[in-house]
């Protein structure tokens, strides 16, 4: 894959930029439940870095096919770092740093829309494609350990609000990396149209019959926002750890023990599950991954939970990249910016959809429970799929 000029400075973009991501994450944890002592506060905050990526996705999804899609991944990084600048002034009120996250997660749409748009022009042929995921998940989620573990132990040195202006220069750098790694493109479209709200609200509803009126591409998607559901943990780290007397040195752990497990599994299934194989265990991956959160909620040891919540991880991603992959190369090119667009909000909304539910129930019960909850909940969504016309039409495709 690293042969390929390209794809190295997508990977190298999206990988500053999750750095930067996941350290402002941890401090937005720890500067929100430090101000507030309330798991459902930081709960909130934290779904906020994910819940907004929907209605960016619906509303801003066509952008990826409209205008030429590098330009539109340099923009969108620049603006997102004017944005994140403010939210690192010390002090700053929950109701002016709720807003401008929102802002944040949004402008992502039309970058993750452009992005995936553009691997299939990239990486040329469908095994290619696969093993392109395969390594965007691997280092991903490597780079989220990283921004996770040594973000819990930078935060004992350096205020929460350098490493949320850290975030901001992240963005700057993806977008130079972008901009200089990536060739010049026309718009799939031939650039906007003159149809003003019009035409919008069609360029929207395309890109959502795309998705929903194609059987494989509707069970595809939805079991993408299903393993979403599965990140909700991390944001209940630190309520957790203080549960079990922990203390502040196992957040960061806890936080990184479901990429590192992403990590596993996206090597397992790459190298060692049947090409054959990959689609049709999508849905039964996605199933199991709520096991060991269940279990998780019944034992007292840190360790314990970092192996589970691992697994999961693993358990996750064996079901994400084919299903991503699969996605992607059904996608006609014309929509395939909207259509893709629409698949990965939806991916980081259901994320903070089930992180926001995580924290009402960790608030009104014990984290512990909320997780637990987290699972069972993901697990009998993956059976109603299982059940559904929707995956067994994917079963006899992939068959």
Known sequence: MFRVPEFRALWAAELVSICGDQLARVAFSVLVYGRTGSAAWAAVVYALTFLPALLGGVLLGWVADR???REV???SDVARALLVVPLAVPGIPLALLCPLLVLVVVLAAPHSAAQGALLPEV???????????AVRQITNQTAQIVGFALGGALLVWIDPSVAILA?????LFSALLVRFGVRARPAPTGGPTDGGLGAWVRDIGEGARTVFAHPRLRTLALAVWLVGCYVAPEALAAPLSDELGAGPAAVGLLMAADPAGSVLGAIVVSRWVPEAWRERMIIPFALLAGVPLVASAFTPWVWTVVVLWALTGALCTAALVPAQASFVRTCPEPVRGRATGLAASGLIAAQGLAILVCGLVAEASTSAIAVAVCGAGGLVLAAMLMLTRGARSTVAVSA
Do not use: K, P
């Open 73 to 75: 991944m340099v923009v």
């Open 123 to 133: 990486l040329r042929g469908e095994s290619a494609l696969e093993r392109g995921f």
């Open 167 to 171: 975030n901001a220069g992240t963005f």
């Open 67 to 69: 205008f030429r899609r």
